[in-house]
């Protein structure tokens, strides 16, 4: 569990505590209920992290909306775009294990996350991630209800594929940008997992062979 688990449910369980002694139980279940649902909302499960050469995995949990060619930079890229409702886990895990060369926030709106504007407009943090053999950009994207963006690396720091390295609190977007060259693993609709789930692979060609036994570790920490 984050533990901003504990910033939001502690309070509401002493109000509900006191709003229980000073009127009536019942009229604590609001809190309780509240309470219940902020200690799920900042759930941070364990992930099998795959062991793929050349694999690029979600760093975030929740619904594919779009895989596009976008210029970005001036550089073509290939744009992978995740939508997180209050339903998913918030966490966001590094794509692949390498060292961050940049880190920019950069202000602005704060438009439905599903809105394809929010890309360019809405606030966001973006992230890059130099590896041995790729460089990849990913954005935490702010959304309608996100008004905190939380990312806990600084430049320099490595990083292993799969480990935590943030959160964007409510609902919100993850973009992720490759090369055009990437093989995409994933379409529009698919719901995808933080940490563990392939969104595409670059060079090297993945070696099949490492979905046997052994191949998977458990989440990074």
């Known amino acids: ?13 002493a109000a509900a505590v006191l709003i229980g002694w000073l009127a009536s139980p019942p009229w604590a279940l609001p809190a309780l209920l509240l309470t219940a ?19 690029v995995i979600s760093p975030a949990d929740g619904k594919v909306t779009a895989v596009s060619k976008v210029t970005e930079d001036g550089a073509p890229r290939l744009r992978i775009s995740i939508f ?27 438009l439905n996350a599903m809105n394809p504007a929010s890309a360019i407009q809405n606030e966001q ?7 041995d053999d790729q460089t990849i950009v990913f ?17 320099g720091d490595r990083v292993e594929r799969g480990e935590r390295v943030g959160m964007i609190k409510f609902g919100s ?20 997992q933080g940490g563990c789930s392939v969104l595409a692979f670059v060079s090297p060609e ?9 191949q998977v570790r458990q989440g990074a920490k």
Not at 1 to 13: G, H, K, S
Not at 173 to 192: E, F, K, M, W
């Open 1 to 13: 569990m984050v533990r901003d688990a504990y910033l939001y449910a502690v309070p509401l369980l």
């Open 37 to 55: 649902f902020f200690l799920w909302f900042f759930r941070d499960p364990e992930r099998a992290i795959p062991n793929l050469a050349g694999a």
């Open 84 to 110: 997180l409702s209050v339903f998913d886990v918030h966490v966001n895990r590094s794509p692949i294990r390498g060292v961050i060369r940049n880190v920019a926030y950069r202000r602005g709106k704060f």
């Open 125 to 131: 943090n973006i992230v890059t991630v130099e590896g």
């Open 139 to 155: 954005k935490q994207i702010a959304g309608l209800l996100a008004r905190r963006i939380v990312f806990n690396k600084k430049v």
């Open 173 to 192: 977007r993850v973009d992720i940008l490759l090369d055009p060259s990437a093989s995409v693993q994933v379409n529009v609709g698919d719901h995808v």
């Open 206 to 214: 993945p070696q099949l062979a490492a979905l046997g036994t052994g």
